[in-house]
């Protein structure tokens, strides 16, 4: 009996593996971004590449993965017939709206699947990274009485017309700096780890946050390539508070919805309600903003009103805008911190004027 059951397995087996026909499966797929957790996504900017990280698998292997919006494909990336795969898909909406967003992936079978549609909302980009923002001349108040010894006395200070970053510099378009120049950072020359460096950035979909671990002498040294320069301290107090004297760049009270979260960066621009009334993003929180200024604890006690430089030699420069690792009371747009001029953090970057 149990030779008679062997044989019959034996059999069983044989035709098993002779026979062509098995179930059909359509892939999987899924979008694994968190920005798309729980069915919508924050407001993107139109005119700004946004990128979408998709998981996918099939046991025919997945042929290509494609990112539909509104049902109209606009990204696409061909796979060669991997059992599984993680890709990053681009797209850079060019029009205002509530797009649907769907991934789609496809395998050698010809088997198509797509995820539940995520709901993405568009507004229009006040303008692209680098572009900046014409200041008229003016008057406005700078410094608080209400604030730390250094931000007293508070003055009205004249300003002449000037241009400033409607954003911070992104990882971006400082690689394309490197890319030109061969530069390298004070980081980068002191051996600092690979993740003390701007490069830990330049990775993935990170290249539209604020650049980092940048000395006040790469910050320069990259405004100056752009025929920009660093913004006086009095140039980005103006920016980010206009004419009425505000605390933030959106007004008196501190909102944590409109700062990047305590863990991390976000891209530029990203938080619609962080803008100044000018129109400059993010010059309260993200990172702290090196400026052209030296340090002098008393240096507002001089009263410099007409378009102020800062003092003439110092040992530090002033930083500017807190950063996401700080506190409410850091992120007023009166604050000052100073650091050496070859020194890099991890929450500090910079924008520039001219």
Known sequence: MLKQRVIAAAVLVAVCAASPLRAVVAPSVEITSPAAQGGA????????????????ASPSGIISVELLADGQPVAVKPVNSAAAVNVVLRWQPTANGDFQIVAQAT???????????????????????GSMLQMPAGTFLMGSNGGLDDEKPERM?????????????????????????????????????FNETWRVDNIGSRFDHPVRYVSWWDADKYCRWLGKRLPTEAEWEYAARGNDGRAYPWGNAFDPTRVAPPTDTMPVGFYLGNRSPVGAYDMAGNVWEWVNDWYRPDYYAQNENDNPQGPSQADQRVIRGGSFTNPPEDLRVTRRIKDDVGSSHRDVGFRCAK
């Open 41 to 56: 996504l924050r407001p993107a900017r139109a005119n700004r590449p946004l990128f979408f990280a998709v998981h996918a």
């Open 107 to 129: 395998d050698r079978a010809g088997q198509r699947s797509r995820t539940p549609p995520v709901v993405l909302p568009v507004r229009g980009a006040d303008g692209p990274p």
């Open 157 to 193: 200070v004249n300003m002449p017309a000037y241009q400033i970053d409607r954003y911070e510099v992104t990882v971006g378009e400082f690689r394309e700096f490197i890319k030109a120049t061969n530069y390298r950072t004070d980081a980068e020359r002191a051996d600092k780890p």
